[in-house]
């Protein structure tokens, strides 16, 4: 089955500095490549996605990068503001099911 | 207002005890999931269904069982046999093949054994 990797666990970054957090998965069969940020005791919330046949995307300051030779994706966020405080997690299909990283927890300082 | 609907929030289980938490939704989605999330941990599936009356064993699926009787409901029962059932719960739910995949989350239930 997919299995996919998160790093880092933890990362904290100063108010307008910018943010990198990487996955990498296993299953070549797998297309679609979403991230989603969880606050404490939420729901997590899809914030961006990507599919196989792009190579990059971008809204507003949330960008995210995919190298399907290599099977790893990335979540760039530019210009961190407090708000931007949460844990992050990265997820690759299994067919119709997705498989989860085990999150980055994002602490932006003001 | 559409959406995908659990409950409890909060749902307390003796030792031993079978117990059943409810999603339910009015998205007219197809296919619905159960996720396990521990903390500081991502989440992990338990079952998923693609369609009515049919359902297939995630990662975790022990000591868990499912129906679908229903497109809107897909109940998740945590029996006795689930040595460590606390954590929370995340069902979630997406739209027929060929649209878009992105899955729409209920808010959770929270399970703790007392």
């Known amino acids: 089955g997919e299995n996919v990797e998160q790093h880092p666990s933890t990362l904290s970054v100063q108010e307008g500095d910018s943010a990198v957090i990487k996955c990498t998965y296993s299953?070549?069969?797998?297309?679609?490549f979403p991230w989603y940020k969880q606050e404490l005791g939420k729901r997590p919330q899809l914030i961006i996605d990507?599919?196989?046949?792009?190579g990059e995307k971008k809204d507003q300051r949330i960008a995210v990068t995919l190298n399907k030779t290599a099977k790893h994706f990335s979540l760039h966020i530019t210009e961190t503001q407090p708000e931007d405080s949460a844990v992050y997690f990265c997820?690759?299909?299994?067919?119709?099911?997705?498989?989860f990283g085990s999150g980055t927890r994002l602490q932006v300082q003001p | 207002d559409g959406g995908i609907t659990q409950s409890p929030k909060y749902l307390f289980r003796k030792e031993g005890q079978n117990v059943t938490l409810s999603c339910e939704q009015n998205?007219?989605?197809?296919?619905m999931y159960w996720y396990r999330q521990d903390p500081g941990q991502g989440l992990r599936l338990i079952y998923y269904?693609?369609?009515?009356?049919?359902?297939q064993k995630g990662d975790i699926a022990e000591g868990y069982s499912v129906s679908r009787e229903k497109k809107e409901s897909f109940p998740l029962t945590v029996t006795s046999a689930q040595k460590n059932p606390t954590a929370f719960y995340l069902c979630?739910?997406?739209?027929?093949?060929?649209?878009?995949?992105?899955?729409?989350f209920g808010s959770g239930t929270r399970l703790t054994v007392v």
């Open positions: 979630a739910s997406t739209p027929p093949i060929g649209e878009d995949y992105g899955y729409t």
């Open positions: 299953d070549s069969a797998s297309n679609y």
């Open positions: 269904s693609q369609i009515v009356n049919d359902f």
């Open positions: 990507i599919r196989s046949n792009v």
């Open positions: 997820a690759a299909n299994r067919r119709r099911a997705l498989t």
């Open positions: 998205l007219n989605h197809d296919a």
